[in-house]
């Protein structure tokens, strides 16, 4: 099996994460969202990652790829047996890669870490504040009600605790850290889930991506005469309801 997409893409992080719980054999091709030839474009029409490549069967979409190695393959459960919970898990997931992405990515990475490294401009400081200030405070008092105080969501390690937890190490990127007075169990949560193997295995390797990828991406493109844009570089925001990575 093989995943196409960058390390430090949350979406990514947590299908790889997924798949080393799941204890599943795979390659990494570390393409960057927008960025690819026309074989990439026809494995995901969207240009965006991840993307799966299992034998004939070629997918893209985090859920949807989650999903599949869910019901093709054994090992550890993502979701749990129970239909109530196994729902449950669903929703955490679906709010993870809607709500806390818009925030964690395009509030606080996409301004903080992005735009100076890619363009040499100043984060929107509106919209980060905005972030920090309302947006982030309202979803951490959400999750602080619904995480648990010890262990995990519904007992093993899953799909639902990896979707919460990989935002949180892109926000940490941007200089985030949870207030552990304030959200003592969503910090203790997101600590617990990221140091675990499946997930505190990556981290090596989305250091070598995040010290190299965008200068690479930048000079790739600048070699091939192609325009330097936001599109090329994989860094433009998209429409509601669509989301990146």
């Known amino acids: 099996m093989k995943i196409i997409g960058s390390f430090v893409s949350p979406y990514v992080r947590k299908v790889l994460a997924c798949m080393n719980l799941k204890g ?36 893209s979409d985090s859920s949807v790829i989650c999903a599949y190695l869910d019901e093709v393959y054994g090992g550890h459960p993502l979701l749990p047996s129970d239909p109530t919970q196994r729902a449950r898990a669903r929703w955490l997931e679906e709010y993870a890669d809607t709500r806390l992405g818009d925030l964690f990515i395009w509030g606080l990475f996409y301004q903080k870490v992005v735009r100076p490294a890619v363009w040499g401009e100043a984060p929107d400081e509106e919209r980060t504040a905005r972030t920090l200030n309302e947006g982030l405070p309202r979803e951490l008092n959400y999750l602080e009600n619904q995480l648990p105080s010890q262990g995990f969501l519904f007992g093993e390690i899953g ?67 192609a325009p330097l844009t936001r599109e090329t570089l994989g860094t433009r925001e998209p429409k509601r309801g669509m989301m990146p990575l």
């Open 24 to 59: 599943l054999s795979y390659e990494v091709d570390p393409i960057t969202p927008f960025f690819g030839n026309d074989e990439f474009e026809r494995l995901s029409p969207l240009r965006r990652i991840p993307v799966l490549v299992d034998g004939e069967v070629s997918l």
């Open 159 to 225: 799909l639902a605790d990896i979707s919460i937890a990989t935002f949180f190490r892109n926000g940490a990127y941007a200089g985030f850290d949870v207030d552990e007075g304030r959200w003592p169990r969503t910090a203790a949560f997101v600590a617990r889930t990221l140091e675990h193997d499946c997930v505190a295995s990556l981290l090596p390797f989305e250091d070598v991506q995040r010290s190299s990828d965008i200068r690479h991406r930048r000079q790739a493109l600048l070699d091939s005469g």
